[in-house]
Every structure is written in structure tokens, then in C-alpha cells.
């Protein structure tokens, strides 16, 4: 097998778990903006029953607008050529924490306490609501699409940096 074929292979199993990751995306992160929401909420506990109520439904609302915001940076990042990209569709699902935090922060809610390394990492992260994993967004089924997606890009410049690339 040539380091062509193998850049090719790689580029198959490329799309395949991009496609995923934004089909994935699109599918689980309103709910864990509501499901975000709710357990803050919930943990905090001095909500009045209207603020609460008015948060609940922002937050259909702020899951809806995460999910069209993130999967447009996810395609954005997929439609780089792979020697261009400079994150992760980790990192740019992590960045989902924007929209549940406004909701909270509306609400009157106290930011929770984090470590320090949350707080380095994330500084405006002040739920500590950052996912870890793809799966941490409610379906379990699309956490190996992370790995399977680095490991493709690894393959893809693997194969264009050998000696016989793109012969």
C-alpha cells in the first residue's frame, strides 16, 4: 500500500467520523445545554419558581442557538484542509458552555466553585459546565468518534509527510 492510498484511506475514515461528530453534535448538545441548565439549577436551590421557569425556557432556546453555533465551527473546521486546522472538534464543542452560562449567570445564578486548572483553562467557564468528551453530551456512542477522528488526521499527515506522499 502506497503512502497515496494511505492518505486516501485515512481521508474516508476522516469524513466518516467528522460526519458523525456533527451529526452528533447537532443531535445531543440542545439537550445538554437543558440538561446543563437544569442541574445548576437544581444544585443551587434559590431560584425563585418564576426566574426558574424563565431560565428552563431560555435554555431550550440556548441549546437550540449552541447547536447551530458549534456545528457551523465543527463544519468550518472539517472543510480546512487538514494541515490548516488548529483545533479540535473537542475543543470547539467545549467551547458550548457559552450558551447554558448566560442562561445561568440571567438567572442570578453564583458561579460554583472550580479547580484550578478548570479556572486556567477555561477562565469564563464559571459553571464548570466545559465537556471532556463527546460522549459527555448525553450519548455514549458518539465519544469514539474523537479518538477515530485524531487518529484519521494522524493517518492523512502521516501519509502526505513519507517519502513516497501523494506518488
Known amino acids: ?68 453555533r458549534v456545528t457551523a465551527e465543527l463544519e468550518a473546521l472539517f472543510a480546512l484542509d487538514l494541515e490548516r486546522q488548529r483545533a479540535t472538534p473537542l475543543e470547539l464543542v467545549r467551547g458550548a458552555y457559552r450558551e447554558p452560562t448566560a442562561v445561568l449567570a440571567a438567572a442570578g445564578v453564583a458561579p460554583v466553585e ?27 456512542e458518539l465519544a469514539p468518534y474523537q479518538l477515530a477522528w485524531g487518529l484519521a488526521k494522524a493517518k492523512v499527515l502521516r501519509a502526505r509527510r513519507a517519502p513516497d506522499g501523494g506518488a
Not at 121 to 135: E, N
Open 1 to 68: 500500500m502506497t503512502a497515496r492510498d494511505d492518505e486516501q484511506r485515512g481521508l474516508e475514515l476522516l469524513r466518516t467520523a467528522s460526519d458523525a461528530i456533527v451529526a452528533g453534535v447537532a443531535r445531543e448538545l440542545p439537550g445538554w445545554v437543558e440538561r446543563s441548565v437544569t442541574r445548576i439549577l437544581d444544585a443551587w436551590g434559590r431560584t425563585p419558581p418564576d426566574a426558574r421557569d424563565q431560565a428552563e425556557r431560555d435554555a431550550v432556546a440556548a441549546g437550540r442557538a449552541a447547536s447551530a
Open 114 to 140: 472550580r479547580d484550578d486548572f478548570a479556572e486556567r483553562a477555561w477562565p469564563d467557564d464559571t459553571y464548570g459546565l466545559a465537556v471532556h468528551g463527546l460522549g459527555d453530551l448525553g450519548d455514549v
